[in-house]
């Protein structure tokens, strides 16, 4: 490792790194990725991928990859009291939609995700530096002079932005003096191991209790380890040996033929809930576990990191090929207000975990992700009513049966890939030609992209490359829209400073 000169250096090569560096490369961004372990980290950690996430990972072209090494949810769990329950059961309303491609969420080790995302990220002519650990970095109002220590010598990386994805522990932030605000419940902690196990099928999520522990085996896919939690009384000093793991099963459940033989990764869960009271200080920005952590109850943490980087990412991008900076401040204004909602719905399910000693199994809409939205953004624009039901600034739905020019069909998410503007021209006139917008005008041949974008007979939808709506114009103004891109362009846009942080998907 030599000293560097780059446009973005992100710390910490974790599932939120790798897709913000996966975003930059492919938009041709220069970029350095630095995490301090000399390898790739072990271990399944978060097992759950949410649908929003999932469409994430198809618009990199990595989701076919992803779901071969996963299992479906809802999956078989069997109970504390022997009985058979679906453990993440989708709402029937979500189900066999054409504007929803993946209703279910899915169980994949993440260090599976890791795996797909670093595959990608070569494929893009990136590469993660492993062994490389930030040291110290001076911010000026220009620039980001960073000392990094590889093989036991310091050396300089000078960057436009440095991105803070180094979780928990994040050096970067605690070296930007940002506060993490919330709790650590040391009364509150978890074994969390990957093992393997005789005596017991993997066709099931194992769920057992006792008056005051719980413990699970849930199979993780693509291996022949199961993902092992069990809760830690207040006081007792965690024991990670395969001997207690076993001991600790067999108490909770009261006899068990399941028999842990090793356990080639293990680790204690303590709940830390906190959140940053900022995102950025000037050209430093957080995201992931960096910027927000939480239970794992409700499975959010990674898939929240892999939607900050995405919306992270393609403003980076934006802004280092000539957009007004301003725009790097909607990423916290659009961002946090998600994690703060995360953390509401974790600590509830966290809540009913201690008080029902079992793995909360429902699903709902606030756990598969797809009621994210910015409508209160100042990148939303449109012409609507409060009551219609898609408004600029929600997720940009998916639709089938599409036919192209070339006469294939194809869904809309297939022919948005990629992550540039798109503009959707429902209208019989032309739509307009502009500089770095895709135009899609496919003919809806099952009717499906009328019925999520409820358009008029001229309506206009320009989706931002995160896929969610900037602007509807169901009027049709052309001039509308090149003015919306204009005032982008030129930091003019206006608007509510703060989002919301969700807006509900129609049931």
């Known amino acids: 490792m030599t000293d560097l000169t780059t446009t973005v250096l992100i710390v910490g090569a974790g599932p939120t790194g790798l897709t913000l560096a996966c975003q930059l490369a492919r938009r041709g961004v220069p970029f350095e990725i630095i995490e301090a372990a000399e390898g790739a980290r072990p271990g399944s950690r978060g097992k759950g991928l949410q649908p929003r996430s999932l469409e994430v990972l198809e618009d990199l072209g990595i989701v076919d990859e992803i779901l071969a090494n996963a299992q479906t949810i809802p999956m078989t769990a069997v109970a504390p009291d022997g009985s058979s329950i679906r453990v993440g059961e989708v709402p029937a309303s979500l189900l066999d939609r054409s504007d929803i491609p993946y209703p279910a969420s899915v169980i994949t080790p ?123 009384e207040p006081g007792e000093e965690p024991d990670l040996s395969v001997a207690h793991l076993q001991a600790t099963l067999d108490e909770v459940s009261g006899g068990t033929t399941a028999r842990i033989i090793d356990a080639p990764w293990t680790s204690v869960w303590r709940a830390n809930i906190r959140l940053a009271e900022r995102y950025r200080v000037g050209n430093v920005f957080l995201a992931g576990d960096a910027a927000h952590i939480h239970s794992p109850a409700g499975g959010q943490g990674m898939n929240t990191g892999i939607q900050d980087a995405t919306n992270l990412g393609w403003k980076l991008a934006a802004v280092a090929n000539g957009t007004d900076e301003s725009l790097l401040a909607t990423y916290e204004d659009e961002r946090r207000p998600v994690a703060e909602h995360v953390l509401e719905m974790s600590n509830e399910r966290m809540a009913a975990m201690i008080r029902d000693r079992v793995m909360p199994a429902t699903r709902d809409l606030r756990t598969i992700q797809l009621d994210i939205g910015y409508r209160d953004s100042r990148l939303a624009r449109d012409d609507r009513g409060e009551r219609a039901a898609l408004r600029a600034g929600d997720r940009a739905p998916d639709a089938t049966g599409l036919m192209t020019h070339h006469g294939t069909r194809q869904r809309l998410f297939e022919i948005m890939a990629g992550g540039t503007w798109t503009l959707l021209n429902f209208g019989d006139a032309p739509a307009p030609v502009i500089d770095g917008v895709r135009v899609i005008d496919a003919r809806d041949t099952d009717g499906s992209l009328a019925a999520a974008y409820a358009p008029s007979e001229r ?49």
């Open 459 to 507: 309506t206009l939808v320009l989706i931002r490359p995160d896929a969610y709506v900037a602007v509807i114009s169901d009027a049709g103004d052309a001039h509308a829209i090149r003015a919306y891109l204009r005032d982008f362009q030129a930091g003019t846009l206006e608007g509510s400073k703060s989002a919301g942080a969700t807006q509900p998907v129609k049931e």
């Open 110 to 232: 993440e260090w599976r995700v890791e795996s797909a995302l670093r595959t990608l990220l070569e494929k893009l002519g990136g590469a993660v530096r492993f062994g490389a650990r930030l040291d110290s970095f001076l911010a000026t109002p220009g620039d980001i002079v960073a000392t990094v220590i590889s093989e036991e010598t310091s050396h300089t990386i000078r960057a436009r932005w440095l991105v803070g994805c180094d979780g928990g522990h994040s050096v970067v932030r605690k070296a930007s003096g940002i506060p993490f605000d919330g709790e650590t419940r040391d009364d509150v902690r978890m074994l969390v191991a990957d093992v393997a196990v005789e005596g017991l099928d993997r066709e099931s999520w194992h769920m057992w209790r006792s008056a005051d522990n719980m413990a699970s085996l849930c199979p993780l896919p693509s291996t022949d380890l199961f993902q092992f939690q069990a809760g830690i």
